[in-house]
Structures are given as structure tokens and as C-alpha cells.
């Protein structure tokens, strides 16, 4: 079922801005126009669109992004590549998670503390 700019970026909760900026900058191939040049979404497009989404809300850099969509671009053949650039991304949020794990138990710390004084 094809999709308009409109409804991609409502179904994916983004902007049309961001769909337009992720094509100007080399993430999305491929996507289809009409005859008056409008682009035309598919499911295999949304379903691309949503796992970079998901890749660039959890931190990895654009440039990154760029290297896993020209891996997407080979297909099987980038499948081991793939593969070990999600690998990377996972170790580092599992780090990003263990800092901010950190993090927020001195803020609880701080919490239990000025409860303790204020009373």
C-alpha cells in the first residue's frame, strides 16, 4: 500500500522535514514517485524508515546511519556488516544505560537525603 509523505511521517511520528532530510542526506534510496514527482512510501520503506528512526533516537551518529543504509543498499551481501555495526550500537547504549543506571541512584541518593532534612 503506498503512502504519502503525510501519512509516513504520521505513522512514523516524525516530520516531513525529517523524511526529507534522511533522503537529502543519502539514508532512503529507491523511494518511488508518482508521474508528478511526488514521493510514494511503501511498508518496506516504513519499515526502513523506523529502524533508522530507532538507530538515530538511541544514539547512533548520522554518520553511522549513512554507513548502515549504503550496508542496507547490498543487501545479503551487507548482511555480516550490518550485523556487527548493530552489534557495536547495542555495547554502546548497554553502556549509555549503565551511566545513566549511575546517574540516577545519586539523584534518588539526593532525593532520600533532602526528604530526610525537610522533615
Given at each position: 500500500m503506498p503512502y504519502t509523505p503525510g501519512e509516513t511521517a504520521e505513522r512514523l511520528g516524525v516530520s516531513i522535514d525529517t523524511i526529507r532530510y534522511y533522503e537529502k542526506i543519502g539514508l532512503l534510496h529507491g523511494i518511488r514517485r508518482t508521474s508528478a514527482g511526488r514521493r510514494v512510501f511503501s511498508d518496506d520503506d516504513l519499515s526502513r524508515l523506523g529502524l533508522?528512526?530507532?538507530l538515530r533516537d538511541s544514539g547512533m551518529p548520522i554518520a553511522r546511519l549513512r554507513r548502515f543504509a549504503e550496508l542496507l543498499q547490498l543487501g545479503d551481501d551487507g548482511a555480516e556488516q550490518r550485523t556487527a555495526l548493530l552489534e557495536e550500537h547495542d555495547r554502546e547504549i548497554d553502556e549509555r544505560v549503565e551511566r545513566l543506571?549511575?546517574?540516577?541512584?545519586?539523584?534518588?541518593?539526593k532525593i532520600a537525603w533532602y526528604r530526610s532534612v525537610s522533615q
Open positions: 533508522l528512526r530507532c543506571r549511575l546517574e540516577q541512584k545519586r539523584v534518588r541518593e
